[in-house]
């Protein structure tokens, strides 16, 4: 069954402009596209798979790289329009307790924003471990951490900013990121 791009009825945030989020969204749809795309293919090369093996191979690698690409998309999205005021939860308060301060959470988050390369800055909860990671993602696919929880998505790649900010404002960006973050929706996705 093909996967259906997710609508993000965005207010109007504060620092991203329009034209940023209708760049930014078309890019999304695109990557919608790939994974409904890769699987079609996929399913019609495998009617020979022993002639088609070469690119099974690898339309399916390519595959991890275009559905993380949707995902991370969604999540990000749907965490955008609020006001950036963090409220009081489990999700600030276990940061707290791990990172000495909600505080230093946030700055080694935005730290890691600003380091050079493009890929994401996730948080991600183990819940096995009982852990947070701040984590940097360059592919999509490399560098994500199996079996964790995604908390907050931060694109990083030069598409979700290069409208509105050059490369030398990605703390700016970031901020403005933070700043429309709807912390209630994010809470939500951590589940001690």
């Not at 989020?21 to 919608?32: D, F, N, R, S």
């Amino acid at each position: 069954m093909p996967y259906t791009e997710q609508q993000f009825n965005l207010p109007e945030l504060a620092g991203l402009s329009a034209k940023q989020l209708e760049v930014h969204l078309k890019l999304y749809a695109g990557y919608v596209k790939n994974v409904n795309d890769i699987q079609e293919k996929l399913a019609e090369y495998r009617t020979d798979s022993a002639a088609n093996a070469v690119a099974i191979a690898e339309l399916t690698r390519r595959f991890g790289f275009e559905f993380n690409g949707m995902r991370l998309h969604e999540l990000y999205f749907e965490a955008l329009g609020g006001n950036g005021e963090v409220v009081e939860n489990s999700l600030k308060g276990a940061l707290a307790t791990q990172y000495g301060s909600f505080e230093a959470w946030l700055t080694a988050f935005k730290a890691l924003g600003v380091m050079r390369g493009i890929g994401w800055v996730l948080l991600t909860y183990d819940e096995k471990g009982k852990v947070f990671n701040n984590v940097w993602v360059s592919d999509h696919e490399l560098g994500c951490l199996v079996d964790t929880k995604i908390i907050v998505a931060l694109d990083m790649w030069e598409h979700a900013f290069m409208v509105d900010y050059v490369p030398a404002q990605k703390a700016d960006y970031v901020a403005m990121v933070l700043t429309n973050l709807q912390w209630d929706v994010v809470g939500k996705r951590f589940n001690p």
